[in-house]
């Protein structure tokens, strides 16, 4: 017989002698029967006791992340010392347009997506200010056209 035949074999063995195996709600108390739960029950306590061990867990007792609010020397070294070669960003806050500034750590990505909703100031606060600098290219999309 093959190996696959066998099986299927197991498995209908196995179904057929599955109300007798259920028909007792009691647990059984044989050694053999209480050996194999006990052996189960360590198997599983070491996995979860494993799993907890060596949990990533660097800082202890202190929510994860190092967000924080930021200050003005936190944000000096990404700024360029002329105004106008700045991207605004918020009424205190820019980004220097310099792609290559005196520290390379301070380079950063110049893409930026605005996302809001109708009202909530994207053109009058973001895109007016930067363009009225004229100091780089833009790609807008418009879709209707009050921009131009």
């Known amino acids: 017989m093959s190996p696959e035949i066998e099986v299927i074999h197991k498995f209908l063995d196995a179904m057929a002698n599955l109300g007798a195996a259920i028909s007792n709600p009691l647990p059984s108390f044989h050694p053999f029967d209480l050996c194999v739960g006990l052996v189960g029950a360590a198997v599983v306590y070491g996995i979860v006791w494993n799993k907890k061990r060596s949990a990533k867990n660097w800082r202890k007792d202190i929510e994860y992340g190092s967000a924080k609010w930021g200050r003005k020397v936190d944000i000096e070294p990404y700024l360029d010392p002329v105004p106008d070669k700045n991207l ?20 950063r990505n110049k893409n930026i997506m605005i996302v809001g909703g109708s009202g909530s100031g994207k053109t009058r ?7 009225m600098q004229m100091h780089s290219s833009y790609v807008i999309t418009d879709p209707k056209g009050i921009i131009l």
Request: proline residues 11%; glycine residues 4%.
């Open 88 to 107: 605004i960003l918020t009424a205190s806050e820019s980004l220097t347009l310099n792609g290559r500034p005196k520290n390379p750590k301070y380079a």
């Open 125 to 131: 606060f973001f895109l007016k200010p930067n363009l």
